[in-house]
C-alpha cells in the first residue's frame, strides 16, 4: 500500500471554497467517485492520509482543514470540553461548520463534477460527527458516510432530514470499546437513532481506544467499496 503523502497536493486556499484542502488525484485523472475526509479535533488535512491511501486509486479524495485554529498546525471543526457527564461543545461552531460543509461539497461537486451518488463523506472523532450532520441534515450531497470513532450529535435533532430523503444513504460506524474519550455507548446511540430513521447501516465495534486500528481501516475501506 502506497502512503498517499507521496500523491497529496499542496494545501489549496482558494476563495472559491469554504475551506483550505489537499486532495488525491485519481490515477489516471479522470476520476470516478469522491471521498472527503474529515480530521479530528485537535488535528490537520494530513492526519488521514494513510487511510486514503488504501482508498481506489481511481477515487478524488479531499482533506478539508478545519476553520478553527486551537494550536500550531492543529485544527478543530467547532471547540469541545471533556467533562465529568460528557462531551460539551460550543454548538454554535458546530452548526457553522455543518452549513460551511454543505456548501464546500456543493462547490466541490461543482469544481470537480462530482455528481452526489458518487460522494461519500467520512471522518475520525470530530471529523465523523461533522460527516454525519452533513449527511443526515442534507442527504442529497452524499451517497453515505462513516463515522470512525465519533458521534452524532444531540444538537443534530432540529436539523434532520425526513425519512423519505434519508433512504437512500448508507452508513459505517466504526469505535472502539475502550474509547476513554468518546465512549462506547455513543455508537449504540447512534445505530440506535439510525434504526429509527430506517437509514441502512453496519456498526462495528473494535478492542481498541479512540484510535483508527488497521483493522477498522481495513474493513472501512472493504465498506467504501461496497
Known amino acids: 500500500m502506497n502512503s498517499a503523502y507521496d500523491t497529496m497536493s499542496s494545501l489549496k486556499q482558494d476563495a472559491a471554497f469554504e475551506f483550505p484542502f489537499r486532495l488525491r488525484q485519481p490515477l489516471p485523472a479522470k476520476h470516478k467517485r469522491c471521498v472527503v475526509l474529515l480530521h479530528g479535533v485537535g488535528g490537520n488535512e494530513m492526519n488521514l492520509a494513510d487511510l486514503a ?85 442534507a442527504p442529497e450531497c452524499v451517497a453515505g458516510f462513516a463515522i470512525l470513532s465519533g458521534r452524532i450529535l444531540p444538537e443534530l435533532k432540529p436539523h434532520l432530514a425526513s425519512r423519505e430523503r434519508l433512504a437512500h444513504l448508507r452508513v459505517y460506524i466504526a469505535h472502539g470499546e475502550l474509547d476513554g474519550t468518546l465512549p462506547v455507548v455513543w455508537s449504540q446511540r447512534a445505530h440506535q437513532w439510525l434504526s429509527e430513521l430506517g437509514v441502512a447501516h453496519t456498526t462495528r465495534l473494535y478492542p481498541i481506544g479512540h484510535e483508527i486500528s488497521a483493522t477498522m481501516q481495513t474493513d472501512f475501506l472493504a465498506w467504501l467499496k461496497q
Open 53 to 137: 491511501a488504501g482508498i481506489d486509486p481511481h477515487t478524488l479524495v479531499i482533506f478539508p482543514r478545519g476553520p478553527i485554529d486551537i494550536a500550531p498546525n492543529q485544527f478543530a471543526w467547532f471547540r469541545v470540553a471533556f467533562t465529568a457527564n460528557g462531551p460539551s461543545i460550543v454548538a454554535t461552531e458546530a452548526e457553522e461548520s455543518r452549513r460551511r460543509l454543505i456548501h464546500f461539497i456543493e462547490q466541490l461537486q461543482s469544481a470537480y463534477g462530482i455528481a452526489a451518488q458518487d460522494m461519500v463523506i467520512a471522518g475520525f472523532s470530530q471529523g465523523g460527527i461533522l460527516s454525519a450532520s452533513v449527511a443526515l441534515s
